[in-house]
């Protein structure tokens, strides 16, 4: 994770300046934390710390809202996003796939009496 996301994933902020930043009622912004579309910290005391990312969050959702979408709606929205960021592959995992790859197909050189390598035949 580079610094920038640590930073906007970094929970700092209760939920009274949430509400002002988001124009939201404490009781909408539990209810889609109890939807699984947010997800604050809690501190020590139990309470509520939001990020960047879920106030951004926050503002998305009473976008689509406002586009005359529903929750349901919305929650499938957010469950296609995560499944298509974890298909993506990484550079990490090609170099893994394709390392995997070679050492397989290392097995099956053929190699003469003298060492030399043969060309499968076709």
């Known amino acids: 994770m580079s610094e ?26 539990r209810y889609y934390e109890d939807q699984g579309l947010i997800h604050p910290t809690r501190n020590k005391g139990n309470h509520r710390h939001y990020s960047l990312q879920d106030i951004d969050t926050l503002l998305e959702i009473k ?38 790859e070679m050492q397989q197909a290392g097995r099956f050189i053929r190699r003469d009496q003298t060492g030399k390598q043969q060309l499968p035949k076709l």
Do not use: C, H, W
Request: glycine share 4%; hydrophobic share 40%.
């Open 63 to 100: 976008d689509y809202l406002d586009d005359g979408l529903n929750i349901a709606g919305i929650k499938k929205m957010y469950q296609l996003k995560e499944k298509e960021q974890k298909s993506l592959l990484t550079d990490e995992d090609v170099r893994k796939i394709l390392r995997a």
């Open 4 to 29: 920038k996301e640590i930073r906007r994933n970094m929970p700092l902020f209760p939920i009274g300046p949430v509400m002002k930043l988001t124009d939201l009622t404490a009781r909408q912004i």
